[in-house]
């Protein structure tokens, strides 16, 4: 099966720009996330998304960054304007319906995008 | 908020020798998964456990779920080469989100 598809894979922008990621998940699968993983720390959700309704962005900073989920597949996330402290990797991950604590295979990220911002 | 910490933080081991870490949880857990990320990769699923007290092998990786949900291990027998990399543990708290947080991660490193 193909796995998470995230593009672009890196990015360069300058602070007080706009810059959009994009990704499509497994086919089939319901839940779909965005992280932000900081060089040597663990992946932070931003936020969930069941199909294309938010689960949680309790941690999306909502004054520079929005995300959607347009008919439940696909998903793009933007930060306007971007600050020095948003150079990170920006992982998508999807994975067959989270909501029950049952066995549901974990998560798939994809690739990621790398952002620096100078 | 709940915080997941996973000790130690760093850990280099000569080929052939046995590694440990160790994953805590600030608040119990409905259930624990872990994750490997090769250097410059992303975060790949290794496993879930569920039941407290749970013990799953995958090879020469060995994974616990403490009895009290709030911690859990990874142990590999006779690390190879082919081990180095960043584990994470991650995991919702037993109290109605499925919001998975992602432990602070162990990374390894194999002497040959």
């Known amino acids: 099966e193909a796995g998470v598809a995230q593009s672009p894979r890196y990015k360069i922008i300058e602070k007080r720009q706009s810059v959009a990621f994009w990704c499509n998940p497994i086919?089939?699968?319901?839940?779909l996330y965005w992280y932000q993983q900081i060089l040597g720390q663990g992946p932070k959700l931003l936020i969930q998304?069941?199909?294309?309704?938010?689960?949680?962005d309790s941690q999306l900073p909502k004054d520079r960054f929005s995300a959607e989920r347009l008919k439940g597949v696909d998903s793009t996330l933007k930060i306007q304007p971007a600050k020095l402290e948003d150079s990170a990797v920006y992982l998508c991950?999807?994975?067959?319906?989270?909501?029950?604590?049952?066995?549901?295979?974990?998560?798939?990220f994809g690739s990621g995008t790398r952002l620096t911002v100078v | 908020g709940q915080q997941v910490m996973q000790i130690p933080q760093y850990q280099h081991v000569q080929e052939g020798e046995d590694f440990t870490t160790y994953c805590n949880s600030s608040?119990?857990?409905?259930?624990i998964q872990w994750y490997k990320q090769r250097p410059g990769g992303h975060p790949v699923f290794l496993i879930q456990?569920?039941?407290?007290?749970e013990v799953k092998k995958q090879k020469r990786l060995t994974f616990q779920f403490g009895e009290a949900k709030k911690n859990s291990s990874l142990h590999i027998t006779a690390t190879q080469t082919t081990d180095v990399g960043t584990y994470f543990c991650?995991?919702?708290?037993?109290?109605?989100?499925?919001?998975?947080?992602f432990g602070t991660g162990t990374r390894l490193k194999v002497l040959a």
């Open positions: 086919s089939g699968h319901a839940t």
């Open positions: 456990l569920v039941k407290s007290g």
């Open positions: 991950a999807s994975s067959l319906d989270a909501s029950w604590w049952g066995d549901f295979g974990g998560y798939t």
């Open positions: 608040t119990t857990l409905s259930n």
């Open positions: 991650a995991g919702p708290p037993s109290s109605g989100t499925y919001k998975y947080i």
């Open positions: 998304f069941q199909n294309n309704g938010v689960v949680d």
